[in-house]
């Protein structure tokens, strides 16, 4: 397939202009990255993360006061809107690690069960919403728990218990989380009659659950933040070595490095502005669109070095205008279809997913750009310099 038939673009005729561009866009996403910084996600700052769902629209305000009554007064708290799922009604909770605490035995006993901690402050806080103290809560019970209390219950009847608490788990993590009261769950195909009848009298529907927990300690976020460091760092000295040795001009590997610290500063500086959260996945993104310029970039690379051979004395600047404009629709389709699945998984990847999808998304753009207009400036700039300086 074919989109041009010998185009003939002048790319590097107004190569200043996209190199103005770049400039603004590089120093502004550098002003965010210092004013703004990142929003870092539990793996890199350590603490808690538990999301809760409510029944019902919850207060802030109440949830606040009954953390702080329990002496969880430094968490945040974040209502949390799902564009798959606009009508939950989802709180995230962010418990920070303890302060000037590392991973001993005694701050992982303090921290461990954050999520027990903050259940029992919004059981003590918000015990009207909650329901009847006491009883078998459905909606925050797992099903080991659900289990165990249906076995005291019917102890010679441990398989009618085993699949009862089967059920009730199954139905309720398929259906939103949440029971809306006890007769849903009386109503499910695997509880027997004896078991529906104990539900009505021992088991209540609170108004929230749990959707998830995630906990880093401290020193281990803060030893994935240096390893997050040094593999960026780490990948980019690795590829001014391998385009140095394959192209064998060291102006060709400070052009790489040059347009993967381009398009690496870029995508973090429009993840710093929009607020995103960086965690893991946002910086396999990051080393993803790293990976993902060099390729392009080497394509274009080998075009010239073939075109320098074959065209002994002629000028850089429109052997690199040639060659890029002879891999033009090679790097069209290969962008396209890219950008097809990354521009899918950004629409209706859903929130988990959404960080890493925009960081795709920005960082593949700007790899395209930066591979026709600041990897061959660079490169000729690199050359020339050196070449006055030996002719010099």
Do not use: C
Not at 81 to 86: E, G, K, T
Not at 300 to 315: A, C, T, Y
């Amino acid at each position: 397939m074919e989109f041009f038939k010998n185009p003939k673009f002048d790319f590097l005729g107004k190569k200043w202009y996209f190199i103005g561009v770049s400039i603004l866009v590089v120093a502004g996403s550098l002003v965010s990255l210092a004013w703004r910084g990142l929003e870092y996600g539990i793996d890199f700052r350590g603490g808690a993360d538990v999301v809760l769902r409510f029944a019902q629209e919850p207060s802030i305000d109440g949830i606040r006061s009954a953390l702080t009554a329990q002496g969880l007064g430094g968490a945040q708290i974040q209502k949390l809107n799902l564009p798959d799922n606009p009508g939950a009604h989802d709180v995230l909770i962010r418990v920070p690690p303890p302060q000037g605490g590392g991973d001993s035995p005694e701050t992982a006993e303090e921290q461990g069960d954050v999520s027990g901690r903050v259940l029992a402050a919004l059981r003590s806080g918000l015990a009207a919403e909650v329901g009847q103290a006491g009883r078998l809560d459905l909606n925050l019970a797992g099903s080991t728990e659900i289990e165990r209390d249906l076995e005291e219950a019917f102890p010679n009847q441990q398989s009618m218990a085993t699949a009862a608490a089967a059920a009730i788990s199954s139905y309720r993590d398929s259906h939103g989380g949440l029971f809306k009261d006890v007769e849903e769950a009386r109503r499910i195909a695997g509880v027997s009659p004896e078991v529906a009848s104990w539900l009505r009298d021992h088991a209540t529907a609170g108004g929230f659950a749990i959707r998830s927990v995630d906990y880093v300690g401290p020193s281990v976020g803060k030893d994935l933040k240096r390893k997050a460091q040094y593999a960026i760092l780490g990948s980019l000295a690795a590829m001014l070595a391998y385009i140095w040795f394959r192209f064998e001009k060291l102006a060709y590997g400070i052009s790489a490095i040059v347009t993967l610290a381009h398009d690496a500063i870029v995508a973090l500086g429009a993840v710093s502005l929009t607020g995103k959260e960086f965690d893991l996945t946002v910086l396999a993104a990051v080393l993803t669109i790293v990976g993902y310029s060099i390729n392009d970039t080497i394509v274009i690379f080998d075009r010239v070095r073939e075109n320098v051979k074959l065209r002994r004395g002629d000028n850089l600047e429109r052997i690199f205008n040639d060659s890029i404009n002879q891999t033009l629709g090679r790097t069209i389709l290969t962008t396209f279809l890219v950008l097809m699945v990354v521009l899918t998984l950004w629409l209706f990847g859903g929130s988990r997913l959404n960080p890493f999808s925009f960081t795709l998304l920005i960082g593949m753009v700007s790899g395209t750009y930066s591979t026709i207009y600041i990897s061959a400036p660079v490169v000729i700039w690199w050359r020339t310099l050196v070449e006055k300086k030996a002719t010099a």
